[in-house]
């Protein structure tokens, strides 16, 4: 299989990922919001994870995306979210998730939805 076609096919399951990323995001912030910050708490390992992997995916797809993206900028961000998780600060959390990380993701996923056709 050529680097190409591979590259397609990771660039695919990331445009797929993204949605539940998005989604999973979305719910933290409502249950931060609401209050339920267990139940908030469940979600943040996987959106981390799932952030990592997407930061890691874009890295080594930059060629192949369509529109030039930065997978960097979402770093500083990242450090501010790990800081509030191990400030306790919910609220602080659930502001950089949704009004910094959500507004990077959502043109990512632009970028991927272009980049393999779906638009």
């Known amino acids: 299989m050529s680097n190409i076609i591979e590259k397609k ?7 797929t990922y993204m ?6 995001i979305n719910a933290a912030v409502e249950l931060f919001r609401a209050g339920n ?9 996987y959106i ?12 080594l797809t930059r060629s ?7 997978p960097d900028e979402i770093n500083g961000f990242l450090t501010e979210m790990v800081n509030a ?9 659930a502001d950089l998730m949704e009004y ?16 393999i056709g779906e638009q």
């Open 64 to 70: 192949e995306i369509v529109q030039d993206l930065n």
């Open 85 to 93: 998780l191990e400030n306790t600060d919910y609220v602080l959390l």
């Open 9 to 15: 096919e990771v660039l695919n399951t990331a445009y």
């Open 37 to 45: 910050e267990y139940d908030a708490l469940e979600y943040m390992k």
């Open 100 to 115: 910094e990380i959500m507004p990077i993701l959502e043109k990512w996923y632009n970028a991927l939805k272009i980049t």
């Open 48 to 59: 981390i994870e799932g952030l990592q992997w997407e930061i890691e995916v874009l890295a």
């Open 19 to 24: 949605e539940k990323l998005i989604s999973g």
